[in-house]
């Protein structure tokens, strides 16, 4: 039925039909043109958003079976953009482009520390939005601390997606029993150089690189520290057999037997591979490490409504509308990536995975990885962390 | 008879440069020129200017009316940018050097040889250009690979020959750059040789020329043109080049274009991404103007 009311508008716009309009017509529409281009993104944004919803997200929600769901049940479309990183939207929204997007979707700790203290998110409704809280699995129990403002009081956004990130090995050459308890000096092993590769998400190399030299990624570090980090860095990127910032060809590097593993992985790199049946790639989180006695980092997303002046009407039943049973279940599984999702805990979302789809993320291990990591946060000195790592990069031997 | 010269002859009023510059705005082809005017200063001159000023302005802050500095310039001078640099023009510059050497003897086929066949070969080269870059450059990878790859694989299997590694290596990105910039060189070229008259070519075989005569000092010159746009416009593109050296290369080896990305996006540094883009910008300029000095675009477009 879609597809025949598609046809019609394209044929009611076919060129062809309306090619005898004048000169005069066509410089005043070229004219037009110029103008809309002239008045810049916020016009555009603006048009958009009086129709769609607008989104910048991680690619959790733009599955199609979460957008077609969402314009199905509350007669909107959802416009949106996937990040490059957590800062690079945060920073649009602060050079003001709180006027475009109406939803945003991060990892946790930059609503609570960053944009609701600059106004760039507004406070959801506890009463409405905290019972889906107590439904989900116990760490999320509320107030849970990362959907929280700093004072408590105010609720900033839902969780969906959690788990850890951290390594990869292929299990066929090194168990994954050794890896955890080897932890981060697998790769300080001068014997692993030219055995593993770096999947560049910059940002959690750095945290991973930290932890590799014995550093608390989110904590203040003295200079001793940063040279240390220093040290390890330009090693682990020097021992490199590849860096890339796509996870598919460094599977495949594991697969083929170019390399044992990798730095900056874990079930969101691996599932789509494990559930193709390749279970020897396998995520592991270290039994122990620096940051409080931890080695391994959970992240956890959270979805806010902008501050958007021009607030899309259905941006609250958007936040409610993920929640549900068959979308979380989408989410988790969204465009071939599976990872676990809060609502989990509830037996019909639950049902819906198979077992091979709970063996993808190494479902049975998920507490263990939990218990022994720190969550995700900022890091501070990230701008000096980060301009030695890509010093060491451009100066890789 | 009245003197002559005593007759003051009327003075010729001359337009000033407001009226010249009104009349030339009226005119018909700047008037039909306008709307593309437009678009190329929103679209074209209006982002470069930005990225200017952001180079200008103090590291890792993203309001262009902030205050003047030249810091990012000197970051770059002083750190290690130079590598990225030197890797880029090399790899750019080899990209060039080898297509064209591969590039002349097709494009010689398709303009001279091939016929009826040269449409068909024609669209053979063509049509790797509706597939994305990136979907061809995997294609590669999964051919290169070891172990399990289609190359290194069938050697294994069939003659028991172990290729070791073939990515994540200079000479694979410049193997995967000469593939992808292939056909922008060549087709320029075709045009160019295209343009020696057979007759020419007739007169100095008759003259006793010997075929490398023929070559150097006939159909070079006049195929010049179209082999320098087809060098040019490679050398341009190929000095952007990010994905064979992310993909292919395993980012052994550094390219400018991934350190541009770099502060783009992680470092969230728009003022010294911007001030690395001018640097490549300016770089690559001088090079093109160079070699655009040597280049007569009305011969190349037959007015002359």
Known sequence: ?????????????????????????????????????????????????????????????????????????????????????????????????TEIWDIINLNNPWAREYMWPEGL????????????????????????????????????????????????????????????????????????????????????????????????????????????????????????????????????????????????????????????????????????????????????????????????????????????????????????????????????????????????????????????????????????????????????? | MADRTQVPTPAIRQPGILWLLLGWLRSPGVLSATPVLVFFVIGFVGPLVIVLGFSFTPPRTFDLGGTFTTENYKHIFTESYYISFIWSFALAGLTVACNLLIGYPIAYGLSKLFGRWAAPVMLVLVIPLFVSENVRLFGWYIFLIKGGGILAGGLKTAFGIDTGTLLFQPGTVLMAMIYVYLPFTLFPMVLGLSMVPRDQVEASRDLGASRFQIFREVELPIAMPGILIGALLTFVLAVGAISEAKLLGGQNTPVIALDIQHEFTFAQNWPLGSAISVLTIVVTGILVVLVMRRLDLDRLLGRR
């Open chain 1, 121 to 397: 998110i507004v406070e959801l409704d506890r009463a409405r939005f905290e019972p889906y809280f107590d439904a989900m699995l116990p760490m999320f129990k509320p107030p849970y601390k990362w959907a929280m403002s700093l004072d408590g009081n105010h609720l900033l956004g839902v969780c969906q997606r959690v788990d850890t990130f951290d390594f990869v090995v292929n299990t066929d050459v090194i168990s994954a029993e050794t890896a955890k308890d080897e932890g981060w000096d697998l790769f300080n092993n001068p014997d692993m150089a030219g055995r593993y590769g770096i999947l560049a998400y910059d940002n959690w190399n750095i945290m991973h690189f930290c932890m590799a030299a014995g550093i608390h990624p989110f904590q203040d570090k003295t200079d001793e520290q940063v040279a240390a980090f220093e040290e390890t860095a330009r090693r682990l990127i020097n021992g490199a057999v590849a860096i890339t910032g796509d996870f598919v060809p460094l599977n495949l590097a594991v697969v083929n037997g170019e390399i044992d593993g990798y730095i900056s992985g874990g079930t969101y790199s691996i599932s789509s591979a494990r559930l193709e049946g390749l279970s020897n790639l396998y995520h592991v989180v270290p039994r122990s490490g620096p940051a409080d006695g931890k080695g391994g980092i959970n992240w956890i997303e959270l979805s806010s409504v902008v501050n958007n002046p021009d607030l899309h009407p259905k941006a609250m039943d958007w936040m409610e509308y993920i929640l549900q049973p068959d979308v979380s279940y989408a989410v988790a599984t969204a465009g071939g990536i599976l990872v676990p999702v809060g609502q989990m805990s509830q037996p019909d979302v639950m049902a819906k995975f198979s077992a091979e789809e709970l063996d993808s993320f190494q479902w049975d291990e998920f507490d263990y990885r939990i218990e022994h990591c720190v969550e995700y946060d900022v890091v501070p000195d990230y701008n000096r962390l980060y301009d030695i790592y890509t010093t060491a990069l451009r100066e890789k031997a």
């Open chain 1, 1 to 97: 039925m879609n597809e025949e009311k598609l046809l019609k508008q394209m044929v009611k716009r076919n060129p062809v039909r309306g090619a005898a309009a004048t000169r005069r017509q066509v410089l005043q529409g070229i004219g037009a043109g110029a103008l809309a281009l002239g008045a810049g993104g916020a016009f555009a944004g603006r048009a958009q958003a009086a129709d769609n919803l607008a989104m910048l997200t991680w690619d959790g929600y733009v599955d199609p079976r979460v957008l077609d769901g969402f314009t199905d049940t509350h007669g909107a479309g959802v416009d949106y953009e996937i990040h490059t990183s957590d800062p690079d939207s945060v920073n649009k929204l602060r050079a003001g482009q």
